[in-house]
């Protein structure tokens, strides 16, 4: 069991690479066809993912691991955690960039963060349906 928890987790992190590094193109492709600014929100959008799902998938291997029966509680919490770090992120970007840059970067940054929520939500339920 715990060979495949293993497998499972780098599979989910395979995954949600493989998802950000699309999401990153085509982000980049739309800036380039409509000639918009949008480098610094992609470049964040990716590296919040990149941490997000690192942290998501080490940390769910250790619990599915070790206490399996908390896995509703982590699941919770993961998405508690991912909405702060998220909310923590546009504020800093606020702090920084300014009022005028908050709606490009909300825009390209939600999509990020959805697509990431829709991976992470798909996957563990499909994990969960088979054990």
């Not at 780098?10 to 590094?21: G, I, P």
């Not at 993961?78 to 005028?100: E, H, I, N, T």
Request: glycine share 4%.
């Amino acid at each position: 069991m715990k060979q495949n928890i293993d497998k499972l987790s780098k599979e989910y992190m395979r995954q949600q690479l493989m998802l950000t590094a699309a999401v990153f193109l085509v982000t980049l492709m739309v800036m380039q066809v409509w000639y918009l600014d949008l480098l610094a929100p992609i470049i964040v959008g990716a590296c919040f993912t990149l941490v997000a799902f690192v942290t998501i998938g080490l940390v769910w291997r250790r619990v599915a691991k070790q206490s399996p029966e908390s896995l509703p509680t982590f699941f919770t919490a993961v998405s508690g955690f991912r909405m702060l770090l998220a909310l923590a992120v546009m504020f800093v970007y606020y702090l920084v960039a300014g009022r005028d840059k908050m709606l490009p970067f909300f825009l390209v940054f939600m999509v990020f963060y959805l697509v990431s929520l829709a991976h992470h939500s798909i996957f563990f339920a499909r994990v969960s349906n088979r054990s």
